[in-house]
């Protein structure tokens, strides 16, 4: 059995062995990363199994267009190897998306496959005014409305926004810069 519950400190450690797994160690150089690094998330979603194990993870963060209109950034899904058949991931969006809407956000964004995020409602061409603070693959650039019209209405690039979390952006810091030096 896998609950879906509100991360917790003591996920972390575990949530971030899964990302790196996942990932890897360019997952900090990421476009979407400039939008969550130093952030706390909007909401944040730990999937336990029946021993208390985390097994999946998803993040939802704060963002806003040029004009001023707020969004949720999806990201980083990340499930373990050994429960991707069964499911966890889409117990995971289900989840966040019925959190997003009942919290009052008109849309989501992220970027990833179409294939997959597509059963979720998810679609390519929503957010043809706006852009990402980087290089982003464009038939990746998703989105959904929550609220009919939201992406519409969106232009310019994406900013970070929401609680600045003080701890993380001072302590990793240094680490993402050698890692985007590494990158250049």
Known sequence: MIDIVDEAPVHIGAREDLLDRSFGPDRFLKT????????????????????????????LWHVTDALGNRALLLGPLAVEESCRSQKVGARLMRHALNQAAVSGHGAIILVGD??????????????????????????????????????????????AAGAVDLSVATSRRPARRALRRRAA
């Open 32 to 59: 979407s990363e400039r939008l969550r690094e130093g952030r706390i998330p909007a909401f944040a979603f730990t999937a336990l199994d029946d021993e208390g194990n985390l097994v999946g993870t998803l993040r």
């Open 114 to 159: 179409l294939p997959y995020y597509e059963r979720f409602g998810f679609g390519a061409g929503h957010l043809e005014n706006v852009t990402m603070p980087g290089p982003v693959d464009w038939h990746r650039f998703l989105a959904i409305d929550l609220v009919e019209g939201t992406t519409a209405q969106m232009s310019g690039c994406l900013e």
